[in-house]
Structure formats: C-alpha cells, structure tokens
C-alpha cells in the first residue's frame, strides 16, 4: 500500500473528513466562510432566509452565527425543524413554540449563572443587587416565570383536540350582569330600563340556564397571544440589551403548505421587538409567502433577505477553490501531507465534478475515494494507476455514494417523490440513450411543472446546473441552460459504455455544449 495513503496522518484525515461531512456544534471550529461577509449578514438584525442544497453548508453557517451571537451574550433559540415534520398544524406551530421558548430561557440561565445566580448585599441600604456584568437576574427570574408560565399553557393546548364541541353554561343572572357591564361601559340604559322604554328581555327566565355549543381552536387562541408572544421577546432584547435570535433550521421538512404560516407567526412576534428570524431551508422545497388576502409569510425584499450558499459547477473555478480550501483546513488540523501528494489533478476535478459543488458531498466523496485508493493498493502496490488518490478511484466512490443520495432523496422528496422520480427518470433516459452524453441543455424560458422539477432535481443534488447561459447554432435567439447528470448514475458499477464525459470546465471546452443534440424537451415525453 502507499507509504502516503497509510501513514497514521492519513488515517487521521479519514476520520476528520467523515466527521466534518456532517455539521455538530464541535465543527464549528472547522467552520469556513463560502463568501466574504456571509457570515457577518447571518448575523446581522435583519430576517433571512438562508438558501442552499443538502450539505451546502446551510447549518454550518446558523450554527457559526448562532455561536457567535452566544459568545456576544445574545439569546438564542436555534430549532431543529425535522423532529417536527409529522406534526400537524396548529399544533406544529404549538410546538415550535414551546422549544422557541424553552431554549430562550435556557439563555436567560446562562446569563444568570454568569450574573452569580444568588443575589448578594451590595450597597449600605440593603438593597439585593446582582453580581456580575449588569444582567439584571431579578428581572431574569421573573421573565424566566412568565415564560415557563406560557410554555405550561402551550404545553396544555398541545394535549387538547382542536374542533372539539364545548358548551358554555350561563345562568340568567351572569347573563343581566354581562349585559349590564357592557350597556354601562357604552351608555346604555340598564337592563330594566331598557326593558320597560323599548321591551327587551335577557332572554331566560328566572332559573333556567342557557347553553351554548362552540368548537374549541387552537388558532384563534394562538391569534388571542401574538401581542403577549411578542412582549416576551421585547422583554428579552431588553434584558440582555440587545437583540434576540430565532434560528430555523431546515424549513423544508414541514409541509409546504404549514411553512408560510408557520413563518408569518414569528414573523408577527419578531416585528417592532427586536427579535431576528434566520431560517435554512432549501429553495425549490420551500413556500415562504402567499400572495393572498391578507397575505401569508415572509416577502423576499420586504420582509426578509436571502443569502444564498448554492455554489454551483457554473462558477466551477470558485467551487473548486473553496471545497479545497475546506479539504486544506482538515489537512493542516491533523498535520497530513500537501493535497498533491495524495490527490492527482485529475483527481481533485472529478470530486469538485460529482460533488456538485457541494461541500458535504466533496467531503464523503473523499474518504470513499481513500478507501478505494487503499483496496486497490493492498491487492497490487505496484499498480498502474499509481499510489495517489485517481479520478477512476472517485468514480468508483461515486458509484456507491449514489445510493446514499437517493436515500436521502426519497426521505426529502416526500408526498413528490413519485412525479420527482419519474421526471428524473426521463432525464436519465435522454442523456444516456438519446444524447449519449453526461449533460443536456434545457429552454431557458420553458416555464411549467417539468421545469419546476428540473430545479428540484438540482435542489436535490441528481442534477447540476453547469451554464446558466448557453447558444447554439442553428437555433438564433434561443438560450439554453446546461446540467450535469449526476456522476454516480453513470460511474462505479453503472459504468457505461459509449457515454461521453463533456469537460465543460475546461478551457477551450464550451463548444462541447453548443449541440443540437443535446437540447432535452421534457414535453415530448
């Protein structure tokens, strides 16, 4: 086996690379910026929605943001939205509240902790004061009180059925005081006078009891708290001194149709009280606003901001530039040798190429690939491919690394999996039958659900835009955007022959794309 491959360095760099592959709040210190100031928005007082395929670094980037706001003594709620997928609405905003809130008063038991916790004489008139860096821990406590007093009763409309019949009892002398209270408070005569000037009557005579029949809603009762959900937080900021955050992470796994509702809730609380929602979610998986009457969730422009992490192989030379810079933090972490002297040239551009551009993927792509590079080594060291890390080692990860990425694609998919799985169906079908290349070209203008699920399938990670723009002779007028069939569907044990490999990163290589040939119409399918 390569002296390089096996050394303990090497091993070490393994096992970083699996652990990096997935964001943990012990990763944060590996964390790497994918763009100048992206990190400083994050945490900017401003609502964003953070865009970004599966492993484009979407958690990396809120976990950093939120260490960091933590570290500057800011509260924090980060929320893992997946735990609540199977929840239905309202309960699922219910839900998302009670953790909003718990975590927030986490931070409040933090800040008190640093504050001392007790309270001690400080002044000659015996008046308690905290100790500390000035965090009020008396008024701590009693925001601390009221917010454990709202998650118990949030916690009690979870446990009911929503819609459920209720009946209300109300006796004939309730009934004169209500009415008396109201005719007083609006300068009507009492209900005697009223009675004997224009004949009205309460209704019941003495000893009977109306009964009224209502269906018990959780949302109107979550409508009755916005303003009290909102003083919470207003309390919060001014607590601390300073702004609070709500960290959404992964919008996409709740229902399309609950995620603009659940958006448009914070959103109310937030607004006017110094509390900033940062929500992750995948762009082609999500619906943040509704366009109704009233409208529905947050507005890209008006409401909120988008960050987007999605660096694609149309900026192949960026893409390259950073997945390396990812891989070159792990190296020097465990001290492992230069890249070059375990990766070949061509090595490097096949995981920057069935990577996507995506970070997770470079990563587990790579251990994958050092495994090959191993097994290979151990049964002939003196193989012709030589004792780096090749880029036929990479498509024989690829192969395998495919089926992890439909895995996750059913688990993402949902309720569209079969629309989604026949459509990638025929793309697959077209380049490997009809085009026989690994790329095809699509209108640029088409517009309609095929189109829709082209960008699902690249939000996905089994399709990847390559050009935005793209002409070809022949067709004046016209712009095409290039894709990139995914390399695990045609590497590995799905090799195939005849397929042709368009180099479109390479200079010189462009004319590649520009054929007839390779113009996919979903609508003759």
Same mark, same amino acid.
């Given at each position: 086996?390569?002296?390089?491959?096996?050394?303990?360095?090497?091993?070490?760099?393994?096992?970083?690379?699996?652990?990096?592959?997935?964001?943990?709040?012990?990763?944060?210190?590996?964390?790497?910026?994918?763009?100048?100031?992206?990190?400083?928005?994050?945490?900017?007082r401003r609502h964003h929605l953070v865009f970004g395929r599966r492993g484009s670094g979407k958690t990396s980037l809120l976990?950093?943001?939120?260490?960091?706001?933590?570290?500057?003594?800011?509260?924090?709620?980060?929320?893992?939205?997946?735990?609540?997928?199977?929840?239905?609405?309202?309960?699922?905003?219910?839900?998302?509240?009670?953790?909003?809130?718990?975590?927030?008063?986490?931070?409040?038991?933090?800040?008190?902790?640093?504050?001392?916790?007790?309270?001690?004489?400080?002044?000659?008139?015996?008046?308690?004061?905290?100790?500390?860096?000035?965090?009020?821990?008396?008024?701590?406590?009693?925001?601390?009180?009221?917010?454990?007093?709202?998650?118990?009763?949030?916690?009690?409309?979870?446990?009911?059925?929503?819609?459920?019949?209720?009946?209300?009892?109300?006796?004939?002398?309730?009934?004169?005081?209500?009415?008396?209270?109201?005719?007083?408070?609006?300068?009507?005569?009492?209900?005697?006078?009223?009675?004997?000037?224009?004949?009205?009557?309460?209704?019941?005579?003495?000893?009977?009891?109306?009964?009224?029949?209502?269906?018990?809603?959780?949302?109107?009762?979550?409508?009755?708290?916005?303003?009290?959900?909102?003083?919470?937080?207003?309390?919060?900021?001014?607590?601390?001194?300073?702004?609070?955050?709500?960290?959404?992470?992964?919008?996409?796994?709740?229902?399309?149709?609950?995620?603009?509702?659940?958006?448009?809730?914070?959103?109310?609380?937030?607004?006017?009280?110094?509390?900033?929602?940062?929500?992750?979610?995948?762009?082609?998986?999500?619906?943040?606003?509704?366009?109704?009457?009233?409208?529905?969730?947050?507005?890209?422009?008006?409401? /909120?901001?988008?960050?987007?992490?999605? #660096?694609? $192989?149309? @900026?192949?030379?960026? &893409?390259? %530039? *950073? !997945?390396?810079?990812?891989?070159?933090?792990?190296?020097?972490?465990?001290?492992?040798?230069?890249?070059?002297?375990?990766? /070949?040239?061509?090595?490097?551009?096949? #995981?920057? $190429?069935? @990577?996507?551009?995506? &970070?997770? %993927? *470079? !990563?587990?792509?790579?251990?994958?690939?050092?495994?090959?590079?191993?097994?290979?080594?151990?049964?002939?060291?003196?193989?012709?491919?030589?004792?780096?890390?090749?880029?036929?080692?990479?498509?024989?990860?690829?192969?395998?690394?495919?089926?992890?990425?439909?895995?996750?694609?059913?688990?993402?998919?949902?309720?569209?999996?079969?629309?989604?799985?026949?459509?990638?169906?025929?793309?697959?079908?077209?380049?490997?039958?009809?085009?026989?290349?690994?790329?095809?070209?699509?209108?640029?203008?088409?517009?309609?659900?095929?189109?829709?699920?082209?960008?699902?399938?690249?939000?996905?990670?089994?399709?990847h835009l390559v050009r935005s723009r793209v002409t070809v002779p022949g067709r004046a007028g016209q712009v095409y955007r290039a894709y990139l069939l995914d390399l695990s569907q045609y590497t590995g044990s799905r090799a195939?022959?005849?397929?042709?490999?368009?180099?479109?990163?390479?200079?010189?290589?462009?004319?590649?794309?520009?054929?007839?040939?390779?113009?996919?119409?979903?609508?003759?399918?």
């Open positions: 086996m390569s002296a390089v491959l096996d050394s303990p360095e090497m091993t070490a760099l393994r096992t970083l690379a699996e652990e990096a592959a997935r964001s943990t709040a012990e990763g944060i210190k590996r964390f790497v910026e994918p763009a100048s100031g992206t990190l400083g928005r994050a945490k900017s976990m950093k943001a939120a260490h960091d706001l933590g570290q500057d003594h800011r509260p924090i709620a980060f929320v893992d939205l997946e735990p609540f997928k199977g929840h239905s609405y309202p309960d699922l905003l219910i839900s998302v509240l009670i953790k909003s809130f718990t975590l927030f008063n986490e931070s409040i038991e933090a800040a008190t902790e640093r504050a001392g916790g007790r309270w001690s004489l400080r002044n000659l008139f015996g008046v308690l004061q905290p100790r500390g860096d000035g965090f009020d821990a008396k008024a701590g406590g009693e925001l601390s009180k009221r917010i454990e007093d709202v998650t118990e009763k949030l916690k009690f409309q979870l446990r009911l059925a929503d819609g459920a019949d209720l009946q209300r009892t109300t006796t004939q002398e309730e009934q004169s005081s209500a009415e008396g209270q109201l005719r007083s408070a609006v300068g009507v005569p009492s209900v005697g006078e009223a009675s004997s000037a224009v004949g009205v009557s309460s209704g019941i005579r003495a000893g009977e009891e109306l009964r009224e029949a209502f269906p018990r809603s959780k949302i109107e009762f979550l409508r009755q708290h916005v303003m009290e959900y909102g003083d919470i937080l207003a309390q919060l900021s001014g607590l601390f001194r300073g702004s609070s955050y709500l960290f959404f992470d992964d919008l996409y796994f709740i229902p399309r149709r609950d995620q603009p509702r659940l958006l448009d809730y914070f959103h109310s609380i937030a607004k006017g009280n110094d509390a900033w929602l940062k929500i992750g979610t995948i762009r082609h998986r999500s619906q943040w606003y509704v366009h109704a009457d009233p409208p529905t969730g947050l507005k890209l422009g008006d409401d /909120t901001d988008e960050i987007n992490l999605d #660096l694609t $192989l149309d @900026s192949y030379a960026l &893409a390259k %530039d *950073f !997945l390396s810079e990812v891989l070159n933090g792990l190296v020097e972490e465990c001290s492992a040798p230069p890249i070059s002297d375990f990766l /070949t040239t061509g090595a490097v551009d096949r #995981l920057v $190429l069935a @990577s996507g551009g995506v &970070a997770r %993927d *470079f !990563l587990g792509l790579f251990w994958r690939s050092m495994d090959e590079a191993r097994e290979r080594l151990q049964a002939n060291p003196a193989h012709h491919r030589g004792p780096r890390i090749g880029a036929e080692d990479v498509n024989l990860a690829a192969g395998g690394y495919g089926d992890m990425k439909l895995e996750e694609f059913r688990r993402d998919a949902l309720e569209d999996q079969q629309r989604l799985e026949e459509a990638f169906g025929q793309v697959k079908e077209f380049c490997i039958n009809a085009a026989q290349a690994n790329c095809f070209l699509l209108d640029h203008d088409s517009a309609g659900d095929h189109t829709a699920r082209i960008d699902e399938l690249v939000d996905l990670r089994l399709l195939r022959r005849g397929l042709e490999m368009l180099d479109f990163w390479r200079t010189g290589a462009r004319e590649q794309l520009r054929r007839i040939s390779l113009i996919y119409d979903p609508s003759a399918e």
